[in-house]
Nanobody, 120 residues
Framework: QVQLQESGPGLVKPSQTLSLTCTVS??????????WNWIRQAPGKGLEWIGY???????VYSPLLESRTSISRDTSRNQFTLQLTSVTPEDTAVYYCVRCDWDLNEYDYWGQGTQVTVSS
């Protein structure tokens, strides 16, 4: 059974950097044809894709957030991370780490999500 678990601070001050980690169990983040994503949902809004990292290490970001986003990984810990710089209250959201099976073309495993609030 694949499981993903987000961790990180629940409160971040404006202009600071949001940092989250996703710990994966039941699969390897170096598995071919699987993409590891960050997705968020702000209050009252739909899901917003942030970016992904592939088994090869290739990273793709949403053009809307690319200038402030960094995704990386630690293969020894089977974790991948998200950093979002210069946050504003508009970055307040529930952040999810999500596995995408490329062959099935679907997001098949989700973390439970972690609430991040940007406030002074």
């Amino acid at each position: 059974q694949v499981q993903l678990q987000e961790s990180g601070p629940g409160l971040v001050k404006p202009s600071q950097t949001l940092s989250l980690t996703c710990t994966v169990s039941g699969d390897s983040i170096t598995t071919n044809r699987v993409y590891w994503n960050w997705i968020r949902q702000a209050p009252g809004k739909g899901l917003e894709w942030i970016g992904y990292i592939r088994a090869s290490g290739t990273i793709v970001y949403s053009p809307l957030l690319e200038s402030r986003t960094s995704i990386s990984r630690d293969t020894s810990r089977n974790q991948f991370t998200l950093q979002l710089t210069s946050v504003t209250p508009e970055d307040t959201a529930v952040y999810y780490c999500v596995r995408c099976d490329w062959d099935l073309n679907e997001y098949d495993y989700w973390g439970q999500g972690t609430q991040v609030t940007v406030s002074s």
